[in-house]
């Protein structure tokens, strides 16, 4: 075959690979789909490690519950800090490029880890590993450009489930940490006891990022490769955005924040072993991730502002009954008696199936969040969901150490769920006043296009109240 063949040959199959409904377009859209998937699990798990390693590592260093604290939180600030710029890049070049760039260099501090002998390396080597986490908004990004966009909420909710990455090492650690001598080396390279999770999963990433690089379509789609950066910019001045900002800490920073806090709380409070709690976040942890398609498919088939009242509503109940501290009234009376009124105590059974909830609705409200994205900034959707999931990821920054800090002020555990419900109760008002306010400037007209279907144009006026 001459050269010029083989040329117009390669030139062919390109096309029909970025030819919207072409056969090798679903295959790599199929592709893309498992590979982000899969590596965005990996990266989740490796991110959010600290959360089942916090009591081991405590013990070893002598660490207090606020120094726990700051490691959880260095580890998710550096997994927020570049979403935005992740994002972006991934339009302008491509997400298997990214991908692959994220999970090498999420590899190498993992297996460092291992090597940490102080809380002030841990602290730096917690925070590089927290680089993991801008793989969501690569993914988002990557699966936007490559999805049909009457599908993109199931798709994207499906990337989304990664999320239960979070809770392999909750299954994975314990068992693997009681089975391994600590201090012990095997095969001269890794460290037994909570030393040998860093080293696994560097060796998984380096291999997901081999997979990544070799089977992800190599004429990768990059709608804005040809987008002046002003241009890729100018969504993030609307308010819509930073809305959505706001939503996405309740759903995904506090998600995150509870599945790297959870473990330690039910220790401390329910007098449970590692193994145990590790389990028992893990029913928290599979609701807010595999429920992630489920928001998306609804999001798609009822609209995104119907869903997230739905999901903020039930985290405001169940929040406002985990935040109750365990006690009752005591009434004096004028004969120097006392009586006692409304006793309240939840126990194991009762905390575990309230956050069971709690993570279901987290888990569809996140997809609703994110519905919104690629319907109206279809090629804005590595800024728009760069911003929105890097103030949702610092939420979860702020929120482990605002966690610790309330509890030593209040002296009750269950301070935790006061700032989450705080939180959720700031955001269903602030949805609610902005849905009242546009019907009142706007009604009668507006009622009738509240929810559009997904096949609205961009600038329907559902975008104005989502």
């Keep these: 075959m001459s050269t010029r063949t083989r040329h117009a040959t390669n030139s062919s199959e390109s096309r029909r690979e970025a030819a919207p409904g072409g056969d090798l377009d679903r295959s790599g859209a199929r592709r893309v789909l498992g590979l982000s998937t899969v590596g965005f699990t990996l990266m989740f798990a490796a991110?959010?490690?600290?959360?089942?390693?916090?009591?081991?590592?405590?013990?070893?260093?002598?660490?207090?519950?606020?120094q726990l604290s700051w490691i959880i939180a260095a580890a998710v600030l550096n997994g927020s800090l570049?979403?935005?710029?992740?994002?972006?890049?991934?339009?302008?070049?491509?997400?298997?490029?990214?991908?692959?760039?994220?999970?090498?260099?999420?590899?190498?501090?993992?297996?460092?880890?291992?090597?940490?002998?102080?809380?002030?390396?841990?602290?730096?080597?917690?925070?590089?590993?927290?680089?993991?986490?801008?793989?969501?908004?690569?993914?988002?990004?990557?699966?936007?450009?490559?999805?049909?966009?009457?599908?993109?909420?199931?798709?994207l909710g499906l990337f989304g489930a990664g999320n239960v990455g979070a809770s392999v090492t909750k299954f994975v650690g314990p068992p693997l940490i009681a089975g391994t001598t600590?201090?012990?080396?095997?095969?001269?390279?890794?460290?037994?006891?909570?030393?040998?999770?860093?080293?696994?999963?560097?060796?998984?990433?380096?291999?997901?990022?081999?997979?990544?690089?070799?089977?992800?379509?190599?004429?990768?789609?990059?709608p804005g490769r040809a987008q002046p950066l002003r241009?890729?910019?100018?969504?993030?001045?609307?308010?819509r955005v930073w809305r959505f900002s706001l939503y996405y800490v309740?759903?995904?920073?506090?998600?995150?924040?509870?599945?790297?806090?959870?473990?330690?709380?039910?220790?401390?409070?329910?007098?449970?072993?590692?193994?145990?709690?590790?389990?028992?976040?893990?029913?928290?942890?599979?609701?807010?991730?595999?429920?992630?398609?489920?928001?998306?498919?609804?999001?798609?088939?009822?609209g995104a502002r119907r869903v997230m009242y739905l999901a903020l509503g039930t985290m405001l109940v169940v929040s406002g009954l985990l935040m109750m501290p365990n006690g009752h009234l005591v009434i004096d009376h004028a004969d120097g008696s006392q009586t006692q009124h409304l006793s309240y105590a939840i126990g194991l059974a009762p905390f575990a199936?309230?956050?069971?909830?709690?993570?279901?609705?987290?888990?569809?409200?996140?997809?609703?969040?994110?519905?919104?994205?690629?319907?109206?900034?279809?090629?804005?959707?590595?800024?728009?969901?760069?911003?929105?999931?890097?103030?949702?990821?610092?939420?979860?920054?702020?929120?482990?150490?605002?966690?610790?800090?309330?509890?030593?002020?209040?002296?009750f555990p269950s301070s935790t769920f006061f700032v989450l419900f705080a939180l959720t109760a700031v955001c269903l008002l602030w949805m609610h006043w902005t849905v009242v306010h546009m019907l009142h400037t706007d009604s009668p007209d507006l009622a009738r296009h509240i929810e559009r279907p997904t096949t609205a144009p961009t600038n329907a006026p559902e975008e104005a109240l989502a």
């Design 250 to 302: 309740a759903f995904f920073g506090a998600y995150v924040a509870l599945a790297a806090w959870l473990p330690t709380y039910y220790m401390d409070n329910f007098d449970v072993s590692l193994q145990t709690a590790a389990y028992l976040t893990a029913s928290y942890i599979f609701p807010a991730s595999l429920l992630r398609p489920v928001g998306g498919w609804l999001s798609d088939q009822w």
């Design 182 to 222: 600590v201090g012990a080396t095997y095969l001269g390279i890794f460290p037994g006891g909570w030393r040998f999770i860093p080293v696994l999963y560097a060796v998984l990433l380096v291999l997901m990022a081999a997979a990544t690089w070799f089977l992800a379509p190599h004429q990768d789609k990059a």
């Design 353 to 411: 199936l309230l956050v069971f909830l709690l993570g279901c609705a987290m888990g569809i409200g996140k997809a609703a969040v994110y519905k919104h994205i690629p319907e109206y900034f279809p090629d804005n959707v590595g800024a728009v969901g760069g911003l929105v999931g890097m103030l949702g990821g610092l939420g979860g920054f702020f929120l482990p150490p605002l966690f610790a800090y309330t509890k030593a002020w209040s002296g």
């Design 47 to 66: 991110w959010l490690m600290f959360g089942i390693l916090g009591k081991p590592i405590s013990t070893e260093f002598g660490l207090s519950e606020v």
């Design 231 to 239: 241009r890729q910019l100018a969504p993030l001045t609307q308010i």
């Design 82 to 155: 570049w979403r935005l710029p992740a994002g972006m890049i991934t339009d302008r070049v491509g997400g298997r490029k990214v991908m692959t760039f994220l999970l090498l260099g999420s590899a190498v501090p993992a297996y460092l880890v291992s090597r940490a002998d102080s809380y002030a390396m841990l602290l730096v080597l917690a925070f590089l590993v927290g680089f993991a986490g801008n793989s969501f908004t690569a993914g988002i990004a990557w699966n936007s450009a490559w999805q049909p966009r009457e599908h993109q909420g199931f798709a």
